[in-house]
């Protein structure tokens, strides 16, 4: 296994414990979700505000992860077409070889044979190239939207049919959890990242 497959097996490894993680990061959200409700329905807007906050933190966790998954496998899809290029690229130099041979010989059927295996490898060549194009180009992470504490807290009390009491609509809003990693977070997952191709 070449240097290029190693790390392209590195990156798929990474980007699907990446995805597995977003996985629970999501379940975790449910269950604060589920805790939420049932705080507001026994009329405990502190621990139900607390539930609210986690929810959407585990919520942003999940993003996160999702995104830097997906820069992952466009990196992947890189790698992969980079893979598949340098075989392709033997390939077409063993045909060169046998149109060397025939040309010599000028055996009419040797050349006709060797351009069709020419053509079909050329033609695998662009059906690869395509889908990597597009699997790269859809690999870009979805922005998402803040929602902040009360939204949420709304949201759910609008399910499970409780009226949220007017106390917990005139207390201050909580501080917003940061969705997006910082300048010093991010240069630390480009290390990282740098760290996992080597």
Same mark, same amino acid.
């Given at each position: 296994?070449?240097?290029?497959?190693?790390?392209?097996?590195?990156?798929?490894?990474?980007?699907?414990?990446?995805?597995?993680?977003?996985?629970?990061?999501?379940?975790?959200?449910?269950?604060?979700?589920?805790?939420? &409700?049932?705080?507001? *329905?026994?009329?405990?807007? @502190?621990? #139900?505000?607390? +539930?609210?906050? =986690? %929810?959407?933190?585990?919520?942003?966790?999940?993003?996160?992860?999702?995104?830097?998954?997906?820069?992952?496998?466009?990196?992947?899809?890189?790698?992969?077409?980079?893979?598949?290029?340098?075989?392709?690229?033997?390939?077409?130099?063993?045909?060169?070889?046998?149109?060397?041979?025939?040309?010599?010989?000028?055996?009419?059927?040797?050349?006709?044979?060797?351009?069709? &295996?020419?053509?079909? *490898?050329?033609?695998?060549? @662009?059906? #690869?190239?395509? +889908?990597?194009? =597009? %699997?790269?180009?859809?690999?870009?992470?979805?922005?998402?939207?803040?929602?902040?504490?009360?939204?949420?807290?709304?949201?759910?009390?609008?399910?499970?049919?409780?009226?949220?009491?007017?106390?917990?609509?005139?207390?201050?809003?909580?501080?917003?959890?940061?969705?997006?990693?910082?300048?010093?977070?991010?240069?630390?997952?480009?290390?990282?990242?740098?760290?996992?191709?080597?």
């Amino acid at each position: 296994m070449s240097g290029l497959e190693k790390a392209l097996f590195n990156l798929k490894f990474t980007a699907k414990q990446l995805n597995r993680q977003a996985a629970k990061a999501g379940k975790d959200e449910t269950a604060e979700k589920n805790k939420l &409700k049932k705080a507001i *329905q026994q009329n405990h807007s @502190d621990i #139900a505000k607390i +539930y609210a906050q =986690n %929810a959407i933190r585990k919520q942003n966790e999940k993003l996160n992860l999702l995104r830097l998954a997906s820069r992952i496998d466009a990196v992947s899809s890189r790698v992969q077409t980079a893979v598949t290029m340098r075989q392709v690229t033997g390939s077409m130099a063993n045909v060169v070889r046998g149109m060397d041979s025939a040309m010599k010989a000028m055996d009419l059927e040797k050349i006709s044979n060797v351009m069709d &295996k020419f053509e079909t *490898q050329f033609e695998d060549l @662009d059906v #690869a190239t395509g +889908y990597y194009e =597009n %699997a790269t180009s859809q690999a870009t992470a979805v922005g998402t939207p803040q929602d902040d504490v009360d939204k949420l807290m709304s949201q759910v009390a609008d399910e499970a049919g409780v009226e949220l009491q007017t106390e917990m609509r005139n207390a201050e809003a909580p501080v917003k959890v940061a969705a997006g990693p910082s300048e010093v977070e991010e240069e630390g997952l480009g290390e990282r990242l740098r760290a996992l191709r080597n």
